[in-house]
């Protein structure tokens, strides 16, 4: 029985004895670094019993391969799943410390670039939820997603250093440590392929224990960094030469120093390519070394082994699969595909033709010449066992290897990640080969994990829920309908109103600190935080606000809804266009909250450096949740999710898991807009779309002049005249079909908020209504449809 005053013991004397520091001067640093072991600590007899337990009983095992894990913070969610965190609360309190700056210290793990990480992060704690015993595979990378800073509004990146201090939740494992080998060329001995590598890296685990709900069970998060095979060349570094001496550390270090910070394109970079097969090469190594620890015959692999691939990052895994069994177990090569296929699952994260990864024969076939003969051969026998096949189809074209495909052929199950997504993927991505293997891709729509994105972030709407319908609902999201029958009692409504005011008052007290700009925590709170992208469509929200603010300033005194807009997020560095987004959302930003007339009826703020701990900050306090992606583009969004969660109507388009939210919530408690996914392509075929749209509404007509004036960039009047010729002339995510429509939302959501009654019913009823999308729901999903494994609690 943990009580605070034995948890303030054990801070106490980790102070003492693991960060070596007296009380009396410890920073808050050391204070973190005890707490974190005190409670790690309480992780080991769980973690322990897991995994005694997963090898006893000889359980089948998933392994998740993912380039991108956004884990964020991990103490205060390792207090909540422990169950310590009223504890560990008063343990802080008793040592004079306050608990949320010892959990603020934490640098956030940031090991990824938005939602496919942030899904595997929340799929990594619902798997230690549901006991679903698992691996989580990735790459230790020295630097995760910059850091951003705003110069005069523009995106300024700089290097993020999650490792500058000591990270307490990892444990290193120098004895788990496999050789990567790359490049060189494939000799034939004895009638077998043999591949003569050019270099090679050791890859090294680091595992970080991964905490279920009421620590019923633990899994490992397994990260590899990678270190040089030459040893340290020490006869040159005692002639003087120190340069060359560090030069294979140099050239092995790079592999897992930075995470690519493109979460939509791929640059077709061979350190990339590098980066993927180390990843998984890793990985697989490790799966058949564990496996043969307890079992004899490979044949067996799918019984045990279940691998699924984050995406086509690491499409290699089929492949290196069958590389390992065939090369060195002396398979034959149909029985080694046939496991393989048996093993693998794939998820398809996009269809946005840029973010699907190809790889040139020549970068593919250097890099890994054994594998091009592999992929070669995969495709050879695809296309004899389905002599039907188009001549268009497969996996090597035109000089290239493309990914998905090769994901596709080796996989056993392909799964898109909302039910529209995966109809698209059926019906536009892989139409040929859907029609070869129809029952091969199925959908599991994405979820977020409840116990970080609702009850610890959000404990005063977590805290009135438990009061309402008790306890359970953590791991039983679906429980959250029992408030149903609540949103007709005006207490409760009461109350869910005041839980919001809570978040939004501490939000406000947080944008005055980062940002200076006041807010009224009583205005609308309108978000919109996640990738700037062109398909996410910021630009359709900022020309919506630039509307407003004109219709505000033209009648002051109309019964206004005073509003806070309210942006965040990063845009790939070399992605101009979307940081010539952030630039105007500043620019517009800097000119409407100095407006005396708008003054509090308009704010628009943009906090630098979206990340995960921002996302729970922002989200419990957002009153509209705006998911806008042009309809066909947004795979799934989860976003969308953690706000419904925490009851936040969407304004939104029939896009991704958008579709499934209305669904869930009802029309009367979303605000629809916009062009269906079919409208839109129809939509395009007529090549002056923009100039059509734009001549119909004054509003647009007047929000494009204003910018293209320099009504918002008066030190250069010039510098939006690109942007809006690409509205009228390229406007590919027709932000100008679906302005009307949207101001149109708009002012329902300013009707419907000016209600309270009404609104605070559609805010509980997102919250009651919000149990599907949990991802304890997907990963059941996942264990029934793909896995083929049962819990183990
Ligand atoms: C949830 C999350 C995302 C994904 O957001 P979408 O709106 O689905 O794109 C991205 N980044 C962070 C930090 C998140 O927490």
Request: aromatic share 10%; net charge negative.
């Amino acid at each position: 029985m943990v009580t605070a005053t034995t948890l303030q013991a054990d801070i106490l004397r980790h102070l003492s004895f693991t960060v070596g520091k007296d009380p009396q001067n410890a920073t808050l640093f050391d204070w973190r670094m005890a707490l974190s072991h005190a409670c790690r600590d309480r992780i080991m007899e769980p973690w322990f019993a897991a995994t005694r337990r997963t090898w006893a009983e000889d359980r089948k095992r998933v392994y998740y391969l993912s380039m991108e894990f956004l884990i964020g913070r991990l103490l205060e969610d390792a207090t909540i799943n422990l169950g310590l965190h009223e504890e560990a609360e008063a343990a802080m309190r008793a040592l004079g410390q306050d608990f949320r700056d010892v959990v603020g210290d934490e640098p956030d793990a940031a090991l990824g670039n938005g939602g496919l990480g942030r899904l595997a992060a929340c799929f990594m704690e619902s798997m230690a939820t549901l006991g679903c015993p698992s691996y989580g595979y990735g790459i230790r990378y020295e630097h995760g997603l910059f850091r951003q800073s705003f110069n005069a509004g523009r995106q300024i990146e700089a290097p993020e250093t999650w490792l500058d201090h000591p990270h307490p939740w990892e444990f290193d494992r120098p004895e788990a440590q496999y050789v990567i080998p790359f490049k060189g060329h494939v000799e034939t001995r004895n009638g077998a392929a043999v591949w003569v590598p050019g270099e090679s890296v050791f890859a090294q685990a680091h595992d970080t224990p991964v905490i279920g709900w009421q620590a019923r069970w633990a899994n490992t998060l397994r990260l590899w960094s990678a270190r040089p095979t030459d040893p340290f060349d020490l006869e040159r570094f005692n002639h003087g030469d120190y340069t060359a001496a560090a030069q294979p550390e140099t050239l092995a270090r790079t592999l897992s120093r930075v995470l690519y910070p493109d979460d939509t394109t791929y640059q077709g970079k061979e350190l990339r390519l590098k980066q993927e097969y180390f990843l998984t090469s890793a990985a697989l190594q490790d799966i058949l070394r564990r496996y043969l620890q307890s079992h004899a015959d490979l044949r067996a692999l799918p019984k045990h082994v279940a691998i699924q691939m984050n995406d086509t990052h690491p499409a290699i895994a089929g492949a290196e699969l069958i590389r390992l069994l065939v090369d060195d177990h002396r398979m034959e090569f149909r029985e080694a595909l046939h496991i393989a296929q048996r093993c693998l699952g794939y998820t398809n994260h996009t269809l946005l033709p840029e973010a699907l990864e190809r790889w040139s024969t020549y970068t593919f076939g250097t890099v890994l010449p054994r594998h091009m003969q592999i992929v070669e051969q995969i495709d050879g026998w695809h296309l004899e066992e389905h002599r039907a096949r188009p001549h268009y189809v497969g996996i090597v074209k035109h000089h290239e290897v493309r990914m998905g495909e090769l994901a596709f052929i080796t996989s056993h199950r392909v799964n898109g990640v909302s039910a529209l997504h995966t109809d698209l993927v059926r019906k536009n991505l892989f139409p040929e080969l859907n029609a070869l293997h129809p029952d091969r891709i199925i959908n599991q729509t994405n979820g977020v994990t409840p116990r970080r994105w609702l009850k610890m972030c959000n404990p005063a709407l977590s805290g009135l829920i438990t009061d309402t319908i008790g306890s359970g609902w953590e791991a039983d999201l679906d429980r959250l309908k029992a408030l149903e029958p609540h949103v007709t009692d005006p207490a409760f409504l009461r109350a869910f109103g005041e839980a919001k005011r809570t978040n939004k008052v501490r939000l406000a007290a947080w944008l005055q600190r980062t940002t200076g700009v006041v807010v009224d925590p009583d205005a609308l709170f309108d978000v919109q935080v996640k990738r700037i992208h062109e398909y996410k469509r910021q630009l359709l929200n900022i020309l919506e606000t630039v509307a407003r603010w004109k219709a505000i300033r033209e009648n002051p005194d109309a019964g206004w809804v005073p509003r806070v807009k309210i942006f965040a997020g990063k845009s790939a560095p070399g992605y101009a266009v979307a940081k010539e987004i952030i630039h105007l959302i500043n620019d517009v930003a800097a000119v409407v909250n100095n407006d005396p007339v708008t003054g509090d009826l308009l704010k628009v703020v943009y906090p630098a450096n979206y990340n995960v701990s921002m996302a729970e900050r922002l989200v419990p306090a957002a009153d509209l949740s705006e998911q806008i992606s042009t309809a066909g583009k947004e795979a799934s969004g989860t976003g969308n999710m953690k706000f419904m969660i925490n009851g936040a109507p969407t304004i939104g388009t029939l896009d991704g898991a958008n579709v499934e939210i209305l669904q869930e919530v009802g029309a009367d408690n979303f605000f629809l807009f916009g062009l269906t996914a079919e409208e839109v392509v129809k939509r395009r075929e007529d090549p002056e779309h923009a100039r059509h749209a734009i001549e119909a509404s004054q509003p647009l007509l007047d929000v494009l002049q204003m910018i293209a004036e320099g009504r918002f960039s008066p030190d250069e009047p010039e510098r939006y005249h690109q942007l809006v010729h690409r509205v009228w002339n390229h406007d590919y995510f027709l932000v100008a079909s679906d302005f009307d429509s949207y101001i149109q939302a708009q002012g329902e959501v300013d009707r419907a908020f000016s209600d309270r009654d009404r609104w605070l019913k559609m805010a509980a009823l997102n919250t009651a209504r919000s149990g599907y999308f949990s991802s304890d729901r997907t990963i059941r999903g996942y264990m029934n449809d793909i896995w083929d494994i049962d819990p183990a609690i």
